[in-house]
C-alpha cells in the first residue's frame, strides 16, 4: 500500500468513525491527526498546508499531492489553487539521439512465411470384421475340419442337418467354438420350468452351455484350464443367437421392402 492509499485510507476510518460523510472542518488538526498516524514527509504536510516548500518535490510526489488537495478543497467547499508544476526534464538532445540511432543496427524484417505445409488427413480405418468378412475363411466347414481334434466336414453336415443353422466363434489362434441357438421349446419347456435354473444364474449358464455348445465340449478339465470369463462370453453369445436382445438392437437391422 502506498502512503497516498494509506491516506485514503485514514479518511475513510475517520468519517465512519464520526458517523458523517464529511470530515471535521479543522484542516490543521485533521492534517496532523493523518500526519503522525502515517509519518507522511514533512512537504506533504506543508503542501497540504498551502506553505511552499522549501525545494520543489519530485515530479511524482506532486502529482500525488495534487489530488489530494484537490480532493480536501471540495470537501471543505473551497477551490484548491493548483499547485505550479516543475518543467519536465527533457530527453537527450536531438544531435545527440541522432547520433544513436546511426549507431544502433538497423532490424532486420521477419522473413516472410513460406507457404504453409498442406497436411493430410490420414484415411479413416473400417470397423474390424470377423475372419469370415474379411474373406480369411473362405470355407467355415473346410477351416474348422483341418483344426487340431476339430469335427470332420460330413460330422458338421450332420450336425446342421440336426439342429438347422450352427455357428461358429473364431478367437485367438486356434481357439474355435461351434455352437447352435437355444430354440424356443427348450426355453419355456425345459429350462425355464426348472425352479433352480430359472433363479440361479451360474445354474442356467452350465445348462445353456451343455445344450449348445457342439465343439469342443466344455469339460471341467477344459473349462479349468481357460479363461475364466470364457464361459460367460459363450453363454452371452448363445443368447444373442437366440434372439435375446434389445429391440434397439433389431430395428437397426430392419429393412424396408
Not at 474379411?134 to 453336415?157: T, V, W
Request: aromatic share 6%.
Amino acid at each position: 500500500m502506498t502512503w497516498e492509499q494509506d491516506i485514503a485510507r485514514k479518511q475513510r476510518e475517520l468519517a465512519e468513525s464520526t458517523g458523517s460523510s464529511k470530515l471535521p472542518n479543522d484542516p490543521d488538526t485533521e492534517l496532523n491527526e493523518m500526519m503522525s498516524a502515517i509519518q507522511a514527509p514533512p512537504q506533504v504536510a506543508d503542501q497540504l498546508r498551502g506553505e511552499a516548500p522549501a525545494s520543489p518535490p519530485d515530479m511524482d510526489e506532486t502529482l500525488g499531492l495534487d489530488q489530494m488537495m484537490q480532493e480536501r478543497a471540495e470537501r471543505m467547499g473551497k477551490t484548491a489553487p493548483a499547485p505550479a508544476r516543475p518543467p519536465k526534464k527533457r530527453g537527450i538532445s536531438m544531435k545527440s539521439r541522432q547520433d544513436a540511432q546511426q549507431e544502433e543496427p538497423a532490424a532486420q524484417a521477419p522473413p516472410a512465411p513460406g507457404p504453409t505445409p498442406e497436411v493430410q488427413e490420414a484415411p479413416p480405418q473400417p470397423p474390424p470384421r470377423v475372419a469370415e468378412e474379411q474373406g480369411e475363411i473362405s470355407d467355415p466347414l473346410d477351416y474348422i475340419a483341418n483344426l487340431p481334434g476339430g469335427p470332420s466336414r460330413s460330422e458338421l453336415q450332420q450336425l446342421k442337418r440336426a439342429y438347422g443353422d450352427i455357428y461358429f466363434l473364431p478367437l485367438e489362434g486356434d481357439t474355435v467354438f461351434v455352437f447352435r441357438y437355444l430354440n424356443n421349446f427348450e426355453w419355456e419347456k425345459e429350462i425355464m420350468v426348472q425352479p433352480q435354473l430359472a433363479q440361479n444364474r451360474e445354474a442356467l449358464q452350465h445348462a445353456v452351455l451343455n445344450r449348445c455348445v457342439l465343439w469342443p465340449k466344455l469339460t471341467p478339465e477344459y473349462s479349468n484350464t481357460r479363461q475364466a470369463g470364457l464361459p460367460s462370453l459363450l453363454f452371452e453369445v448363445i443368447m444373442k443367437a437366440s434372439y435375446f436382445i434389445e429391440p434397439a438392437d433389431a430395428l437397426m437391422m430392419v429393412q424396408k421392402i
